[in-house]
């Protein structure tokens, strides 16, 4: 069926409510958005299925969440275990609890035993959740950080894991074989199979990652949930310590009416935190994004207040994680390919190895699983982290945690003022020791079809040039053909000669490519001429806007 023929069936269908036939219809002018809307089924990226809210295949909805949910259903039955069970939870967006609600219905009417979250959770809780509950599998609504307008599907195997490639592939094709969304729709919930968790588990949750703890003292702390399931899981984890949360953050709000976006890579989502850290005189600002598994820092230095990078977070964390645990000859870091090797330099100077893994926390929890599945493996889990503010230290979860993350930098935050230095000062003595690092991220937002067509086109260009792309290129790593053990995947990693390096990639969760600089450097001055310099070159190589 082609994308007139799918709108037409949407439009007319008896399967279909009159509010989405409705909004269908408004658009029957409108054959750019009847495209976007149906050209394809929304599939499996970085983050599980992820896309805007609306009516569509390609669109988030009941009726693509409960597709979705039957496949996987179909999927874990096929499986023929005894009794099986998942988990469901959801964050804080529009319509994330209704989908929930929509996925607990599919699983239940099938005979499946469903968990559902009464109240939203940070995705690591769920994944946690799947593993302490001993499920089969775990679904999460959230399109993470993405804008309001967005949301998504991920879904977590028994091991309480995002699926890989592999395994998406394989839950697709349970996907794509319902195409009777008149009988989806008939589908009747069966209450009697669902259950409310909330607090409890969240309890156990938190008693685990106190787990973790390395240091206790002091801190004045202003919090951010950005409006999203954070909330009260971070503040039961800070519960020793002075926490000021932002009032107009704190309740959930889909529409995420304060900021722009909700993702606290962006310096204006964590703004109010920081002003109100101002007028508070507090030590510390941290931010988590609405399903709260990623972190965004500020530390007052000098009298103001200093965002930290993904990877100057990272760094920091190997920093204190290693110096105070005991390290030995299988202690292991996982990274992705596009973080920057400051962390990494840190670990193996204390004795951990190094993994590197493609961009997806679901490769860093895949590595726990292999490590804790190979019963004479050489690794044990430390910390895996990603340069988007995704961290895991622990192996509580198999997907990255906020709430852990908040603790741990806050307790070396709480250790570093005990000894007269903020975290700024910290990194400033491993640049010492390690050299300078800047590190830096372009995204160019590039929509729909013929974004998606530009970004192919610009990723074909710059493959193309290959070894010219720069001037002083050492190597070039093209992650496309399968290379370092790793599965195919469209990157391209420049390594300079200078230790430098430039990665470029399609997002696998927005509409947008990305450009990853990593500046070695023996100051910040340096490094910005350099980056200003590559910025140049690819401005010249490629049609775009930096
Ligand atoms: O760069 P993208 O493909 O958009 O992914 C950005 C991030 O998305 C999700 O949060 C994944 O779990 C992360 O591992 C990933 O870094």
């Known amino acids: 069926m082609d994308y007139k023929e799918r709108y037409k069936n949407w439009c007319e269908g008896s399967g279909f409510d009159n509010r989405t036939k409705e909004e269908l219809l408004a658009i029957i002018e409108d054959n750019t958005e009847i495209k976007e809307r149906f050209y394809k089924d929304l599939s499996f990226g970085t983050g599980g299925l992820r896309g805007i809210m609306g009516a569509g295949t390609n669109r988030m909805n009941s009726y693509t969440v409960k597709k979705a949910t039957l496949g996987l259903a179909n999927f874990i039955q096929s499986q023929k275990k005894a009794n099986p069970s998942v988990v469901v939870a959801f964050d804080t967006r529009n319509n994330s609890q209704q989908f929930a609600e929509d996925v607990a219905s599919v699983f239940s009417s099938l005979g499946i035993k469903t968990y559902l979250f009464d109240a939203p959770m940070p995705t690591p809780v769920l994944s946690y959740t799947v593993r302490h509950l001993q499920c089969d599998a775990g679904v999460v609504i959230t399109a993470s950080h993405n804008p309001k307008e967005y949301n998504g599907y991920k879904v977590y195997d028994h091991n309480g894991g995002q699926l890989t490639p592999n395994n998406a592939n394989e839950v697709t094709s349970f996907i794509n074989q319902v195409t009777d969304f008149e009988w989806i729709t008939s589908i009747n919930s069966n209450p009697a199979l669902i259950e409310l968790i909330g607090a409890e588990i969240l309890d156990s949750f938190v008693g685990e990652i106190g787990r973790q703890s390395i240091f206790k003292g002091e801190l004045n702390i202003v919090y951010t949930p950005i409006h999203g399931a954070g909330n009260i899981p971070v503040r039961q984890a800070l519960t020793n310590y002075n926490v000021s949360v932002v009032k107009e953050q704190e309740l959930p709000d889909g529409n995420f009416s304060t900021v722009v976006s909700p993702n606290p890579e962006d310096k204006k989502a964590l703004q109010m935190a920081i002003n109100q850290a101002i007028r508070e005189n507090a030590d510390i600002v941290i931010g988590t994004d609405p399903d709260c598994d990623r972190i965004g820092v500020a530390v007052k230095h000098n009298e103001e207040f200093k965002l930290l990078t993904g990877n100057q977070i990272g760094a ?53 699983n292999e490590f804790e599945a190979a019963p004479d493996s050489d690794n044990e889990f430390v910390m895996g982290y990603e340069e988007s503010y995704g961290y895991l230290i622990g192996t509580h979860a198999r997907d990255k945690d906020a709430v852990v993350a908040a603790k741990l930098i806050c307790e070396m935050a709480a250790y570093y003022k005990t000894l007269g230095l903020s975290l700024m000062d910290r990194l400033q003595s491993i640049y010492g020791e390690y050299g300078y690092y800047m590190d830096v991220l372009d995204s160019v937002t590039l929509k729909g079809l013929d974004g998606a067509t530009k970004i192919q086109t610009l990723m074909a260009e710059t493959r193309k040039l290959d070894n010219q792309f720069f001037k002083n290129i050492e190597a070039v790593k093209d992650y496309s053909v399968g290379i370092d053990g790793l599965p195919k995947e469209d990157v391209i ?18 509409p947008k490519i990305k450009i990853y600089y990593s500046i070695k450097a023996t100051d910040e001055n340096v490094a910005q001429i350099k980056l200003e310099d590559i910025k140049l070159q690819i401005k010249q190589n490629l049609d775009l806007e930096l």
């Open 316 to 368: 920091l964390l190997v920093d204190f994680v290693t110096d105070n645990r005991e390290v030995n000859a299988k202690s292991t870091l996982v990274k992705t390919i596009v973080t920057n090797d400051l962390g990494a330099n840190i670990a193996s100077n204390k004795g951990l190895k190094i993994l590197d893994t493609l961009t997806g926390f679901k490769y860093i929890g895949e590595k726990i």
């Open 493 to 510: 990693k420049f390594l300079l000669k200078d230790e430098s390096w430039v990665a470029i990639r399609p997002s696998g969760t927005e």
